[in-house]
């Protein structure tokens, strides 16, 4: 089994203030092989200090969702480009689900990813704010993803096991309801100054499916629940064998 050692918690820190991202000006597509949204929920109270104005908290039923999607990605690259220009991907992006202008989308707090070359890209072009890390995938007893990260603050494990989960504890009914609420939005979202950037997606029908997490650890989110208290897992969903293009981001 993998192990993710701990790092002294004087290096792993997290505030609220976003760093600085970037301006994604060319579509970008890839063959999502795998893709899981391991969802944890807290009353909405604690979350609203997350998003920057103009973008609202996204709230059901009282409570505000941090995600943690977990992906593994084929063939990413500018929309059209030949094979030789495209590479694969690993990666963990946490997101806190939000609205915009009564739209819902989400905003991306952080990304630990495994190419090279969206790292180096993405601290200019993405507003996902990519970190590069060290990545290993099993799946041998299902799925299961682990990141090194330089900081520490990506450290993260996630083990899994495809289409054997349940809404058992979820605030939602049914895993329909859920993907319509945390996946149903048609572009993401970021905010800098009072001024919102946002990027549309294009993809397959989810077909979304419960997935029964194991165990997870994410430093991320440890350190995150040290200024805004506990985070409760709510569910997990498990999508597979999509095609999705990121599309354009533009100032609204």
Not at 65 to 93: H, K, Q, T, Y
Request: with cysteine; glycine share 8%; hydrophobic share 40%.
């Amino acid at each position: 089994m993998h192990t993710l050692a701990r790092r002294p918690e004087r290096e792993i820190r997290t505030g609220i203030e976003l760093p600085p991202a970037g301006h994604q000006w060319l579509p970008v597509s890839a063959h999502v092989v795998e893709r899981y949204l391991v969802t944890f929920r807290a009353p909405a109270a604690k979350l609203v200090a997350l998003v920057p104005a103009p973008l609202s908290l996204d709230v059901y039923r009282g409570h505000g969702f941090v995600s943690v999607c977990a992906l593994e990605l084929e063939g990413m690259g500018i929309a059209g480009a030949p094979p030789w220009l495209r590479f694969d991907n690993r990666e963990f992006l946490y997101r806190i689900g939000v609205r915009f202008r009564g739209e819902p989308t989400f905003l991306t707090l952080r990304s630990d990813v495994s190419a090279r070359p969206l790292a180096w890209l993405g601290r200019r072009f993405s507003h996902y704010r990519p970190h590069l890390g060290a990545f290993t995938l099993d799946r041998a007893e299902g799925f299961h993803l682990a990141c090194r990260s330089p900081d520490g603050l990506g450290d993260a494990r996630l083990e899994l096991q495809p289409d054997a989960g349940s809404m058992s504890g979820s605030l939602f009914p049914d895993a329909e309801s859920a993907a319509r609420f945390l996946l149903g939005m048609r572009f993401s979202a970021d905010a800098r100054e009072g001024r919102v950037r946002v990027q549309p997606i294009d993809h397959d029908p989810w077909g979304a499916r419960p997935a029964r997490v194991r165990s997870r650890r994410f430093a991320f989110l440890e350190a995150l629940e040290k200024q805004i208290g506990a985070l409760t897992l709510d569910h997990c969903l498990g999508m597979r064998d999509l095609r999705q293009t990121w599309r354009a981001a533009r100032w609204t």
